[in-house]
């Protein structure tokens, strides 16, 4: 078993909710009998309400704040929010201008969440939702509408949360939130696993000397599996996968996320970021912004993605609007 510094297990959810209130108790509470949390000071817009399993942390309890989301519905270890938690979240950040929800692409976050907006539908509360599809080693291009959500929810929920700051009715930041999603791009890759707190065996399996391509936030299955390499060979294939499978081409202007997935250090990720630049400058593609770090995580797992986010100028102006979160800033 993975050693970890945790009580019991069936109580790490509600512990990790109850630490974050605490170190945050000026601007966020918790609801009661709910894993949900939401800001105190709600402003009158679109409510922004994002989620998802636990275990992932900071997404998604440490994206909430000026800027971002105002309420968060957090599910189990790698499980989906309860529909009943998701309908009191949604219920508390609602202003009257309705709710946007943004998550993951996967089917049990779908169901829960459908669930829940048809029941705020059924008490007069407009919901609209955008489902994050970045992966690209998921599904092809054609089918991007069944790819998985991985760190490239940090741009989507980004721009969503911008839109509902700068006063946007629910259709304008519906709007940007999917032409966000659509121009959204990531790929990660698995040095070795995590496990989930009380579990005895990791959530996947990797040779000492292996590598998987395109394996998911929950361990599923990748797209190819391969022996270690130094880092630049790594990040030419990755970028180069990403750009065959997206729209982002010479002459592009991209925001770009090196993304630890637990246990890489930022030594690492800052090496990686380096040859993305680098290899996205011989492609003539300009970077507007850059960062690296640990965001999408899947507790101890080694490892990184990279995304690339594709800008318009009102994407642009949208990725500048300030955002003030606990655990990710833009000013």
Do not use: W
Request: glycine letters at 10%.
């Amino acid at each position: 078993m993975s050693k970890k510094v945790i009580n019991h297990p069936s109580d790490a959810v509600q512990e990790t909710i109850d630490g974050f209130v605490m170190a945050n108790k000026h601007s966020y509470k918790k609801l009661e009998n709910h894993t949900g949390i939401v800001c105190k000071n709600l402003k009158d817009k679109v409510g922004v309400l994002v989620g998802g399993g636990s275990g992932h942390e900071p997404l998604f309890l440490g994206l909430i704040g000026e800027g971002l989301a105002d309420g968060v519905a957090l599910g189990n270890l790698f499980a989906a929010p309860t529909p009943d938690t998701i309908t009191e979240v949604a219920k508390t950040i609602h202003a009257d201008q309705g709710v946007i929800f943004v998550y993951g692409n996967y089917s049990g976050d779908v169901l829960n969440f459908d669930m829940a907006a048809e029941l705020l539908e059924m008490e007069g509360i407009k919901v609209e939702t955008v489902r994050v599809s970045d992966d690209i080693a998921s599904a092809p291009a054609e089918k991007k509408e069944e790819r998985r959500g991985i760190a490239g929810d940090m741009f989507v929920i980004k721009i969503a949360g911008a839109a509902a700051e700068k006063g946007m009715p629910l259709d304008e930041v519906v709007r940007v939130t999917k032409k966000a999603n659509e121009n959204t791009f990531s790929m990660g890759v698995a040095l070795s696993p995590g496990t989930i707190p009380g579990e005895t065996e990791p959530n996947f399996i990797l040779e000492e000397d292996e590598i998987e391509l395109g394996l998911g936030i929950h361990g599923e299955p990748g797209v190819e599996k391969k022996k270690m390499m130094p880092a630049d060979e790594l990040v030419n294939i990755m970028a180069e996968r990403i750009l065959e499978e997206s729209t982002v081409t010479k002459g592009s202007e991209v925001c770009v996320l090196v993304n630890g997935l637990g246990s890489t250090t930022l030594m690492e990720l800052l090496i990686v970021n380096k040859r993305v630049g680098e290899v996205l400058a011989e492609k003539g593609i300009t970077i507007y912004a850059m960062d690296a770090n640990s965001y999408c995580t899947t507790q101890e797992m080694a490892g990184f993605s990279i995304t690339l986010f594709q800008l318009d100028e009102e994407l642009k102006d949208l990725y500048d609007v300030p955002a003030i979160a606990p655990y990710y800033k833009k000013l």
